[in-house]
Each structure stands twice: as C-alpha cells, then as structure tokens.
C-alpha cells in the first residue's frame, strides 16, 4: 500500500501539464495499489477546471481505471454528475482559455465517462470494457422470459447507441486536429477498443432479439435497425483511422464494408415482410 505522499505524487505525475501520455509507470502503481476513493482524493486536488492537458491526462487515467479495474468502476458508479460539471466547464470555455485545444476534447470526455457511469448503474451485466463474453454470460444467466428479455435488450442497445454515438464523436474530432500527438493517443486507442466491444455487444443483442422478440418489438427494432445501420458507416471509418495510426497495430480490424443484417425469428420465411423491415432510410446525423 502506497503512502498518502506517494499517492499524491503518482497522481501528480500521471497528470502534469506536460503535453505528453500519462507515465505508465505511476499509473499502474495508482492502479495496483490505490482504491477508488484514495485516487479521487487526490485527482481532486488538481486543477482539472483550469488547465486543459491536467483535465485531460485525468480523464484518460480515470477512464482507465473504470476500464480494467471493477472496484474502481463500482465507487466510481456515484460520481456521473462531476463529470457532467466537467463538462459544462469545459463547454463554456472559448479557445482563448484553451490555447492548445483541449477544451472540446475535455467537454466530450467528460461527457462520455458521465454517460459511462449512468449506464453502468443501470445495467450490471456489464463489466467495465463492456466485455462480450462477460455480458452474454450474465445476460443469460437471468433466464428472461422471452418478452421481458426483448425490452431489456431494446433498452440496452438503445443506450449503448447513444454511447457509441458520443465516442465516435470525440474521436472523430480528436482525428480532425492533427498531429495526433502521445498525449491524444491513449486517449484514441482506450476509446476504439471499448467501442469495439460494444460494437460486439450491440451485434450479440440483436441476434438475441431476432431470437427473442414478437411482432409487438418490430417498430423498437426497425428504429434500432435504422440506427445500427446509420452509425456503421461512421464506425467503420473511426476503426479505418485508428488502423491507420503509425506503430500502433492493436487497432487493426475485420469490420465488413457493409453491416450485418438481422431477421427476427417470426419473420424468416415471409419474404415481404422481411423487405419491409428495412426499407426506412438510414438516420443521417
């Protein structure tokens, strides 16, 4: 166990003011060693609300955190609404106060990891890096009645849209604002390979749902479908991106250059009926 001193020491190194990655080295000492509350203690104490790269450099270490480390994640369920202040912060910062342009990276973060929290609160079957083998494991271990298991996995997918939808976002702009720097790095390679697996999850339920759901579903399922196939597009060229980062072969991927397609289970065989499920354009943000 780490001494109070040391804990405020890692936590400062791990979020300077330099423009650089966050020391790996005092970021798995915090993580190894230091509980949730220890951690927040101390991030506390630094200036997130006024100075861009320390605002930064601890959302991408939280992030982390809330990632590969579930004790963390379970404290950490009860602090959306300071990073919904983070982000309001951060909104109403112009790009006189964030010379460096950070200022929208922070609001979009901090964002994320609030929309993170409340959706972790409400659905426990997922671990913190949205594991697929995890999430089917607890899912079907709930032994749902059919009816009940198609408006849980509705309300699911619906939410891991949304937040799919704001990683994208955030990458996209990340990208957008070029050299992608050590410091933007982790924060890209943390956020595609969550994506990733929520992207597997998102697959997984609706194979469930075809499974699972009555005509009663279709009009919540032609709505998801519609939005499934709108964001792959963008999903698509977010993994494109990351593949295409010099020295970083982790984000290579094997997404298709079209979208799965899904037949819910009371409709295999009616050919009209099936064509008419996916004839609503795809949303267009």
């Not at 109070?4 to 300077?16: D, G, L, M, W, Y």
């Not at 499934?228 to 010099?246: M, S």
Request: aromatic share 12%; with cysteine; charged share 25%.
């Amino acid at each position: 166990m780490l001494s109070a001193n040391k804990i405020e020491r890692c936590v400062n190194k791990s979020t300077s003011s330099e423009e650089s990655a966050p020391s790996a080295k005092h970021v798995d000492r915090l993580r190894s060693n230091v509980s949730w509350s220890m951690y927040f203690k101390y991030l506390l104490k630094r200036p997130l609300d006024q100075n861009e790269i320390v605002c930064f450099k601890g959302l991408i270490v939280t992030h982390y955190f809330f990632r590969t480390s579930f004790p963390c994640l379970k404290e950490g369920l009860y602090q959306p609404d300071f990073f919904k202040s983070l982000e309001t912060i951060w909104q109403r910062r112009d790009k006189r106060n964030t010379p460096k342009g950070y200022g929208q990276f922070n609001s979009n973060y901090a964002a994320i990891l609030a929309e993170k929290l409340s959706f972790h609160q409400k659905y426990s079957e997922f671990d913190g890096e949205f594991s697929y083998s995890n999430f089917r494991l607890k899912f079907d271990e709930k032994r749902l009645p059919n009816a009940e298991a198609a408006q849980r996995l509705l309300g699911i997918i619906k939410k891991l849209m949304e937040l799919q939808k704001n990683i994208i976002d955030l990458t996209k702009v990340l990208f957008e604002n070029k050299p992608i720097n050590s410091l933007k790095l982790p924060a890209i390679v943390q956020l595609r390979h969550e994506s990733n697996n929520m992207y597997n999850c998102e697959k997984y339920i609706l194979d469930k749902l075809c499974e699972v759901m009555d005509s009663s579903h279709q009009v919540d399922f032609q709505t998801v479908i519609n939005l499934f196939n709108g964001q792959f597009p963008e999903l698509r060229k977010l993994y494109d991106d990351a593949a295409a980062v010099n020295y970083v072969t982790t984000l290579k991927h094997d997404l298709p250059q079209e979208p799965p397609t899904y037949t819910p289970k009371y409709l295999r065989g009616d050919k009209d009926k099936v064509c008419l499920l996916y004839t609503s354009p795809s949303p267009r943000d």
